[in-house]
């Protein structure tokens, strides 16, 4: 099976060809934006990201403008102020946003009461000479910026009852997942960003990979970008996206780049392939690729031909 498509001009076709349950880039995107995002709800944050380009407005731009859209509607419960609460209740939210182009990025982590942390993440990398702002301090931050936010003073009751030890007997642990977006614009420049609400059911003050410069989130203009879903401790152990960026640094294609990366990480995890990760990776030349340890994963490729939802099946093991 094959999907095509087709902006313009033949000269401008990304073809991506399914064998073996794996994409094979045959023809890279010669010219104009593209942008792949995690899941089927990364088509939403493709749309905007796509539209912002359209603007004319800036690839990080794009990136706050689409994975934005995911943390409004709370997509899955694993993104935004909708998503799934910590084990005493209440969500924390991580974030982090990189642009190739001097290698410059920005984090926020267990951040309370904010809309939008993707702003944030963005605002710390512009705005203030440190990389990474967490808690308390990040939120500080937002509300000094001016960053849509809400009243945290309803969190109390649940964090007193932590303190005191009246835990919930069964918080709900379900659920791990995280928009991550790559883009490439029209001048062959990289970014990509990342936000989740984290696994559900974590302790209060967990941080996962998404925030995480090499482990959620990487992006080398030289290079290409790559972001990670699923279990992030996981993904942190092994600084997932930084490794496939190396791989396709060494000439691997992105699909066989993020493939590669989970046979390692089985190689050396106790775990095996029973890993509960996935990956996207987008090079400069607009080449896409996706793998996933242990289960199918959909995922969304957009250009200006369009915007679809695919899918890989989990690797086969080695």
């Not at 009246?166 to 642990?173: E, K, V």
């Not at 001048?187 to 482990?215: F, M, N, Q, Y």
């Not at 896409?288 to 989990?314: D, I, Y």
């Amino acid at each position: 099976m094959s999907l095509l498509f087709c902006t313009r001009p033949a000269r401008y076709l990304l073809l991506l060809a399914f064998a073996s349950c794996a994409i094979q880039p045959e023809l890279a995107v010669v010219d104009g934006p593209i942008t792949i995002a995690t899941w089927p709800f990364g088509r939403f944050a493709n749309e905007q990201a796509m539209q912002a380009f359209a603007d004319g407005r800036s690839r990080l731009d794009a990136v706050e403008l689409g994975i934005r859209e995911i943390e409004r509607r709370s997509s899955d419960g694993s993104v935004g102020l909708g998503g799934r609460p910590n084990a005493a209740g209440y969500p924390q939210l991580d974030a982090c946003i990189m642009d190739g182009p001097g290698h410059r990025a920005g984090s926020v982590a267990g951040l309370e009461g904010i809309v939008h942390p993707i702003s944030v993440a963005r605002l710390v990398m512009e705005k203030c000479r440190h990389v990474m702002l967490v808690g308390e301090g990040a939120r500080w931050f937002a509300l000094e910026h001016g960053v849509e936010s809400v009243d945290v003073s309803i969190y109390e009751p649940q964090k007193a009852d932590w303190q005191r030890g009246r835990r919930p007997q069964d918080p709900d642990t379900r659920g791990h997942d995280t928009i991550t977006l790559l883009v490439r614009d029209a001048d062959g420049h990289l970014a990509g960003g990342c936000s989740t609400s984290g696994a559900g059911g974590k302790v209060p003050g967990r941080v996962g990979d998404s925030p995480i410069l090499g482990a959620g989130l990487y992006v080398d203009e030289e290079v290409g970008a790559a972001g990670g879903t699923g279990i992030g401790e996981n993904i942190m152990r092994h600084c997932g996206t930084y490794l496939i960026v190396e791989l396709m640094r060494q000439g691997m294609n992105p699909q066989a780049a993020c493939e590669e990366a989970i046979h390692r990480m089985a190689a050396k995890d106790p775990r095996g392939y029973d890993l509960s990760v996935s990956f996207i990776a987008l090079d400069k030349r607009g080449r896409v690729g996706a793998a996933s340890s242990s289960q199918s994963f959909p995922f969304a490729v957009a250009t200006s031909a369009g915007n679809q939802v695919l899918s890989v099946e989990k690797v086969t093991p080695r």
